[in-house]
């Protein structure tokens, strides 16, 4: 289930608007992640995110690890 739930939070960091060079603490990566679950709901999040690598897989192969290790770190 921690994966699942991991993989839903790290696809809403990865649409929301903030951004790796921010340097978001910890809190800040939590509050983007659960305004943009909220905003957008979990299937939105997930289409945005296959969008983005169909348009800009040389980009978004970055902001996904960047997402993936922010998550793991903001709720661990």
């Known amino acids: ?3 699942v739930i991991d993989a839903i939070r ?3 960091l990865f ?10 603490t910890p809190e800040v990566i ?7 679950v909220d905003r957008l ?3 939105r999040c997930a ?7 169909g348009e800009h897989p040389d980009c978004a192969i ?3 690890r960047w997402a993936r290790s ?3 770190l903001a709720f661990a």
Do not use: C, D, K
């Open 10 to 12: 790290t696809e809403a």
């Open 30 to 36: 939590r509050a983007a992640v659960n305004s943009t």
């Open 47 to 53: 289409e945005l995110v296959a969008q983005e690598f």
């Open 70 to 72: 922010a998550v793991r």
């Open 62 to 64: 970055g902001r996904m």
């Open 1 to 3: 289930m921690h994966a």
């Open 41 to 43: 709901g979990e299937a």
């Open 15 to 24: 649409v929301s608007n903030l951004q790796r060079s921010q340097s978001p």
